[in-house]
């Protein structure tokens, strides 16, 4: 697969005779920011859970980084962050951060650091010894997000990862996602229904009833549908209004 970090070949999804998943091929390249856009129900997260390996295709097959899927080495390499916050509540903040650490075996010096890097990105150094509870939704979605950037994976996948984030934490995590993928060259597959988000992606991907629809940069995909924005090449690309 070289430059890819993401090979998908032929995949379908049904649930209950319902095709989720169409047949759908996509080769995402590495070091790069790479949106999936589309309407609610289009198969964002079952696509994202299929490249997790937390559920199994009908047919097709799925590579990450290098390895069949699923593989339990992947466990380690994705920094994974689904759109239901997956928290302990009775914890605090910092709890639920050392948790995860461990599960990622870092040392006791490594989960120090990553936890106070973590924790500082999202902006929940102060609170991080409130109890999850008494945590806002947008704190849930920001101290998740912390966890999935812990074992400073390759590779991030993010599922709406600033629904219910404030405009100016939203602009700070979007800068240090772009930093993360030019500084330490890491990949990015984020959803999002943002069109300001889906304007710094390197690639969209746009998918309508589990097909992909459209693939390109921003500019290219604007380009190619003569679009003002991207609701309008989703449109034009055959997609129904959002
Ligand atoms: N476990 C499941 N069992 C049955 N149907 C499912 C299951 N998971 C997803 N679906 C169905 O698959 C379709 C796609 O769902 P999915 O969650 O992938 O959409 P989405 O694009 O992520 O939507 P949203 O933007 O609203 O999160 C929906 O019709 C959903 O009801």
Redesign the pocket.
Known sequence: MGNNAILLNSIEKR??Q?Q?IAPLSLEIPKGQLIGLL????????????LIMGM?KPDNGSIQVLNVNVPHKQLLMDIGYMA?SDALYLDLTGKENLHFFAKLFRLSKKERAERVAYAAELVRLTDDLNNKVMNYSGGMKRRLSLAIALLQNPQLLIL??PTVGIDPVLKKEIWQELIRLKNEEQKTILV?T?AMDEAEQCDLLAM?RN?QIIAFGTPHELKDLYQAQDFDEVFIKAGGDVR
Do not use: A, M, R, Y
Request: hydrophobic share 25%.
């Open positions: 649930f209950h319902k989720v589309g309407p609610s129900g289009c198969g964002k997260t079952t696509l994202i859970k559920i759109q599922d709406e959803t229904h998918l589990g």
